[in-house]
């Protein structure tokens, strides 16, 4: 019922809505084939079937906020990269995910501008460097309470004061 005459939806925020379930996100995902902005964070019963449905169905995501989603792997996170290509925001604070995770995003989300990554201890200067490398649209990589070392940090200031790239080719 949740996403029933929905079909033309673009963006919902479920935040703390603690009793969403993979079956209402599958729902979305199946249902609302134009969202390009999803927020699940606190949604603690969410798991990796819940994000890679979001990844075959809505493959025109820009914007997923996942914070303290505990449930969700690198499997889930990849799978998303790999079919939105379009992801602009990512919020991963306190997800348990790793490098290769990072280095999958930015290996197909080249046009992301902002990622959240504080509390994912997994987290080293591989992925910053990824990012970095990768993704010149980035403007903001947040990483508080990381792996990340003296040198991760100082490609995170680089790319605050980076020139402004061309535009994205459609």
């Known amino acids: 019922a949740l996403a029933e005459g929905c079909v033309g939806l673009t963006t919902i925020d479920l935040t703390a809505c603690c009793d969403i379930t993979d079956d209402a996100v599958i729902t979305i995902a199946e249902r609302c084939a134009e969202l390009t902005e999803i927020h699940l964070s606190f949604c603690w ?26 449930n969700i792997t690198n499997a889930s996170i990849i799978a998303l990269a790999e079919r939105c290509a379009g992801l602009t925001k990512i919020d991963l604070w306190e997800c348990y995910i790793t490098d290769s995770t990072i280095v ?10 902002e990622i959240n990554l504080d509390d994912c201890n997994h987290i080293t200067d591989t992925a910053i460097v990824a990012l970095t490398e990768r993704c010149e649209y980035l403007k903001e990589i ?4 990381t792996k990340v070392g003296v040198a991760g940090r100082q490609l995170i200031q680089e790319v605050k004061t980076r020139p402004k790239p061309p535009p994205l080719e459609e």
């Open 45 to 70: 019963e969410i798991t990796d079937a819940a994000v890679i449905a979001l990844g075959e169905g809505c493959e025109g995501l820009t914007e997923i906020h996942l914070c303290e989603c505990s």
């Open 104 to 113: 999958s995003i930015a290996d197909n989300c080249v046009g992301l501008t």
């Open 142 to 145: 947040r990483c508080e309470r």
